[in-house]
């Protein structure tokens, strides 16, 4: 118990940005916390916060513990969560932020059947691109597509995020497929550009992440517009398999230079760091998480909400 409560205590200092803060939370003094801390680094053999009387910054050591930290309190809340569900109901109003495409493919769609299932529940969708601000917007759970850096928020991974460079078989027929990195600048690549810079696309080789700026005669800070153009054959696309997954399985786009795909940003659930987490958001995430899961889910052709 004291192991645990120890780093409990670790996660709720970081969280909360202060010893003193931590301590208010529990109605201790922050001595207390501090002497937890004490005995948690002493135990493990490492610092993990470096701590002044205005600062607190993780060590390297401390961001990684932290990370694992934060899984294991979150499963061991699933864990109590799961026992509870059996005599509890999900209830109340839930509201759900996720980037544009993304949550009109893979949210939208599958609202209906969620609400369905937990009929307490009424549920809004907001779909935007900008990353919403979770606890001043009042936002139950926010679907991110990126690596989570915000250790005050919680994040449940919902699914990988495979990133293939596709382009339709008249387009390859007729300009030839690319069998290295190095034949792309003989292709048209349709990048994300906006104010004349391009994000470029990113491989592996090597044994290295590399990332290319590629040249084409067509560029938009709009991936729908992107995945628009190479399904007409205008040339390459590096897009995400959650958004081709469907034309690939359709035959209408193919993948090339899968032997370079690097590992893509995964999809996760976001939400504030709670004790009592509600159940329509537990809920909610499983809901998602269980339906990423399903074998063939990312190939099944989708219709946009």
Known sequence: MGQFRQISTFVDVVAKGSLSAAARAEGIAPAVIGRRLDALEQRLGVKLLQRTTRKLALTNEGAAFLEDCQRILTELEDAEAAVAERSARATGHLLVSAPAGFGRQHVAPLLPSFLTEHRDVRATLNLNDRV????GEGVDVAIRIASLSDSSLVGVKLADNQRVLVATPAYLK?????????????????????????????????????TLKVGGNMGCNDGAVLHDWVLAGKGLAW????????DIEAGRLRTVLDEYAAPGNDIYAVFAQRNHLPLRIRAFVDFLRRTYAQPGYWRQEKTAA
């Not at 497929?177 to 994000?199: F, V, Y």
């Open 174 to 210: 007729r300009y030839g497929t690319p069998r290295t990195l190095d034949e792309l600048h003989k292709h048209n690549c349709l990048a994300i550009s906006s104010d004349g810079s391009q994000r470029g696309w990113t491989f592996r080789h090597e044994g290295k992440i590399v």
């Open 239 to 246: 897009r995400s398999m959650w958004e081709v997954g469907g």
């Open 132 to 135: 919403v601000d979770i606890i």
